[in-house]
């Protein structure tokens, strides 16, 4: 009888311990979360430009100001705008590990097509190679398959012409996570003065 006492007193600090690990890394992982978005400047130029992408020094950013519609019948819609490839200063971010408030330079720039389908939610972009493709909203993208910042890009163009959202709430689904995420998020359209 003692021994059974004291297999589930171990058994159930074994599990205490255990909720307070998984506690601590989720507490974690939130943190670094924040942290990342902090990483690069979410806007320059006066808002003009709009952080879409990120990694490894440079950040990808849209030009609001060069938005230019190209066909315009709803429900079809074509949009063109500049991207902007910004390469921040690797000294700055060893210094103070963030971009933000560095030094940095244009690296590149091309300008970006999206075509919409309002009843569909659907938007396609131009790759590089002239071939248009469906941005599938039920895949995990990622840079060696595609361009994760195409919503991001496409959404910017489409507030930038219209002053109104495409994707609003619009859910996709994760294969990753196997669930439903949103995407376009709240954040995103705060920062673009929505």
């Known amino acids: 009888m003692a021994m059974e006492k004291a297999v589930k007193l171990t058994g159930g600090i074994r599990l205490k311990k255990i909720k307070l690990l998984l506690m601590i890394l989720t507490m974690v992982m939130m943190s670094v979360v ?6 690069y400047p ?9 952080l879409v992408d990120g990694g490894m020094g440079v950040g990808k950013y849209v030009d609001r100001s060069s938005v230019s519609v190209q066909r315009y019948e709803p429900p079809y819609y074509q949009i063109a705008i500049n991207i902007v490839n910004i390469r921040f200063s690797d ?3 060893s210094q103070h590990g963030t971009y933000v408030g560095g030094p940095y330079k244009i690296s590149k720039e091309y300008t970006a097509l999206f075509r919409y389908n309002w009843n569909r939610k659907l938007v396609s972009h131009q790759h590089h190679d002239g071939i248009w493709r469906d941005w599938d909203i039920n895949k ?4 060696a398959d595609g361009d994760p910042f195409v919503p991001y890009a496409a959404e910017t163009a489409f ?3 219209y002053n109104m959202r ?3 709430n619009t859910m996709g689904y994760s294969p990753i996570s196997k669930g439903k995420y949103r995407v376009i998020s709240e954040a995103f359209y705060r920062k673009l003065g929505l």
């Open 166 to 168: 495409f994707y609003n």
């Open 42 to 50: 979410e806007t320059m130029n006066n808002g003009n430009l709009v």
């Open 140 to 143: 995990n993208h990622s840079h």
């Open 91 to 93: 000294d700055y971010w």
């Open 34 to 39: 924040g942290y990342a978005e902090t990483i």
């Open 159 to 161: 507030v930038s012409a």
